[in-house]
């Protein structure tokens, strides 16, 4: 073989080696940010609902595929009420945070949903994007108020001069799509005239 016969193969010899290394430096570097991906995949997962949703909203029945859209994932799911005359107020808890508040109140009787949903949103929560054509029922995707049917009031005088509203106001990030919130709003309200404050026999 001659001199520059050995060169050449030399040459060829160094060129497939630097190839392969880069080969497999190039492998290498693909395995770490597959690793490094997977890393922070599995590292954060999604939260979950581990409570169970309850088949009942401040104490007042509701399908619970109704409400679960409106609630957070977490651990724990607690309420805190407040009666007082003319009103009941209530705030959901998961785990540490406020996740939805409830407001059934009694209004003046020329009060309409628009009205009550323009100055109790809590928090600046706009929940009047949306109105029935009958004005009992203005949502957004933030929360809802409903015009309660109550005929026969616990108190006599509110069946002339006065109307009852149902709110719903959800807090944090969380929020529902509109069509989602009308059903929550309107068969919590229809939910509100089954209570005590709308039942001749709890009069007082």
């Known amino acids: 073989m001659t001199s520059a016969s050995y060169g050449v193969q030399m040459k060829n010899l ?5 190839h392969g290394l880069k080969f497999v430096f190039s492998l290498a570097v693909a395995a770490l940010l597959t690793l ?3 890393g922070c995949t599995t590292s954060d997962p999604k939260p979950t609902k581990v ?3 309850p088949d009942s909203l401040c104490g007042t029945a509701i399908e619970p595929s109704l409400l679960e859209p409106a609630l957070p994932p977490g651990k724990k799911i607690s309420t805190k009420a407040k009666n007082l005359v003319g ?3 209530c705030l959901v808890r998961v785990d540490d945070e406020y996740a939805l508040s409830v407001l059934i109140s009694w209004h003046d009787g020329d009060k309409t949903a628009l009205n009550v949903a323009s100055t109790e949103r809590g928090g600046g929560t706009v929940i009047d994007t949306q109105l029935t054509e009958d004005r009992r029922y203005a949502w ?3 929360g809802g108020v409903g015009q309660v049917h109550c005929p026969e009031p616990s108190v006599s005088h509110r069946k002339t001069d006065s109307k009852l509203f149902a709110t719903i106001v959800i ?3 969380e929020k529902t799509t509109e069509p989602e919130m009308k059903k929550l709003i309107t068969a919590y309200t ?3 005239s089954n209570s005590d404050e709308c039942r001749a026999s709890k009069r007082s």
Do not use: P, Q
């Open 14 to 18: 160094k060129n497939t080696e630097r």
């Open 36 to 38: 490094a991906a997977s």
């Open 51 to 53: 409570y169970k949703t």
């Open 87 to 89: 009103y009941y107020s």
């Open 140 to 142: 957004s995707e933030k």
């Open 171 to 173: 807090y944090g990030d």
């Open 190 to 192: 229809e939910s509100v």
